[in-house]
């Protein structure tokens, strides 16, 4: 089945620590992009990239980066600059004839 | 930046009572999209306007595209527990499809 893997579903992670989030898609989709949600709060984007080797910041880039260097990965670095991390983390897609958004389950990050 | 706000944030509504969720964007959009999601899940596509006007149904959801292509609106005629969820918007600029900004949501919650 195609679709979107996104790993670890659960992270921990202590303060001033680098943490590496995992997006995996099989869909051969160009676009892919990065949503960070808090409770009760709307997606906000954090990073995109339209092709390989080349992405964009979006609205909240700040303490994040992210790589682009194959078409099916788009990993997100939660960087120690990042001073509120605790969040669930969304990737997705765009792509395909319908050219609609397909996520990942998620992975919610705890720091402690 | 563009920025995409949904009202109302909440909405309680009794089983079989109607709800109507808007979406206003700051920026012309060259196509609307709504996603749901349930708690704990991820988004998922509902539907796609792309027409000035347009409006579409599936079963009870009637989803609307404004004039302008800036406003929109999900409309759900007598409302059932499995409509619970957060309701969101998203659309990309008009001038391309890099990003993809999502409205606030609206969080429905049906009583029995």
């Known amino acids: 089945d195609g679709g979107i893997t996104q790993s670890p579903k659960y992270l921990f992670r202590k303060e001033g620590q680098n943490v590496t989030l995992s997006c995996e898609q099989n869909l051969n989709h160009d676009a892919m992009y990065w949503y960070r949600q808090d409770p009760g709060q709307g997606l906000r984007l954090i990073y995109y990239s339209q092709i390989v080797n080349d992405f964009q910041k979006g609205d909240i880039a700040e303490g994040y980066s992210v790589s682009r260097e194959k078409k099916e990965s788009f990993p997100l670095t939660v960087t120690s600059a990042q001073k509120n991390p605790t969040a669930f983390y969304l990737c997705a897609s765009w792509g395909g004839g319908a050219n609609v958004l397909t996520f990942g389950a998620g992975s919610r990050l705890t720091v402690l | 930046g563009q920025q995409v706000m949904q009202i109302p944030q909440y909405q309680h509504v009794q089983e079989g009572e109607d709800f109507t969720t808007y979406c206003n964007s700051s920026?012309?959009?060259?196509?609307i999209q709504w996603y749901k999601q349930r708690p704990g899940g991820h988004p998922v596509f509902l539907i796609q306007l792309v027409k000035s006007g347009e409006v579409k149904k599936q079963k009870r959801l009637t989803f609307q595209f404004g004039e302008a292509k800036k406003n929109s609106s999900l409309h759900i005629t007598a409302t059932q527990t499995t409509d619970v969820g957060t309701y969101f918007c998203?659309?990309?600029?008009?001038?391309?499809?890099?990003?993809?900004?999502f409205g606030t949501g609206t969080k429905l919650q049906v009583i029995p």
């Open positions: 920026t012309t959009l060259s196509n």
């Open positions: 998203a659309g990309p600029y008009s001038g391309g499809y890099q990003k993809v900004t």
